[in-house]
């Protein structure tokens, strides 16, 4: 089975929304796959720009989080199809300066603990729903509608874009392509 890429603008990736010492990220092209197409970085920095503006209209801290690796949204990105997303962290660790500047935005019981994992459970066998911040994933969940509600009601979203317009962009993108057969979370 395969997917018409043409009939995709962007594509928007929300995993991992509530973890337990969570940071928000925000995805940005400050390491993006090589090869990805020139419109699609440009496109998914409007994307970054807009979460930017949400969290700080909301006064509240937001840590770069790279669009490269293994992740969903690379087909899409190499592809020539903007992304972008929010996440509160996964298997990294949170640094003391990280600590301090979400104190300094939200105080000191709300900034989390310093040298420990965003989520000690991540990809574990204790990566249950009682392993959330539910405050992180209000947060998140109000940015991601945020941004869907906001490219939803732009007229020409794909010129907003894509001002230069879009290079030619491959017709199909195999299912093998579209998930991580490494990653079980996204087996079929």
Known sequence: ESGRLEDYLLYFNYDMLAS???NFGISDSVQVPSGTPDHAVYATDRITDLFQQWFK????PWTESGV???SDFVPFLTSGIAVGGVNTGAGGIKSPDERDQYAALMGTGNAGIANAPYDSCYHQQCDRITNVNPSAYEKVVKAAAYAIEHV?????L???LYPQGRAKTPKLLDRKQLYNMHNDTNLF
């Open 158 to 160: 794909e010129k907003w």
């Open 68 to 70: 490269g690796g293994g």
């Open 20 to 22: 337990p010492n969570p």
């Open 152 to 156: 939803g009601r732009l007229d020409g």
């Open 57 to 60: 209209e909301q006064k509240l």
